[in-house]
């Protein structure tokens, strides 16, 4: 794992209160870069596996709806947890995160993925 993913996933978990896990994903493989996840039940390449499907879904649907437009993010709200699909500037990979929602504080957390969703297309 290169020293970006490294540094990305320690940063995340650091500094995003209530950081349950998270990995990056290219979207037309399904191939997984990196991930962490602080639960031992919580695998995040299998979720990010099945939420492929989802940021897939959604690039159809804006197709067929012959929308000019791209995907910055995606937001899940579970009963207790908030999962968020942020997908990078050139559609090629995005970051699968999962939090704890009476934890997390969504726009430092959005803001935090933001900052690292630019490189990611120059890291990888």
Known sequence: MSDFLQNFQNDLKENVHGFIAVSVTE?????????????????????????LEVVKAKLNAIKALGLDQKINDILITLTDQIHIIDVSEDGQYFIYLAVDAKKANLGLTRATLAKFKKDIITKL
């Open 27 to 51: 979207v037309e493989t399904g191939m997984s870069y990196c991930s962490l996840s602080v639960k031992s039940d919580f695998d995040p390449e299998l979720a990010s596996a099945y939420n």
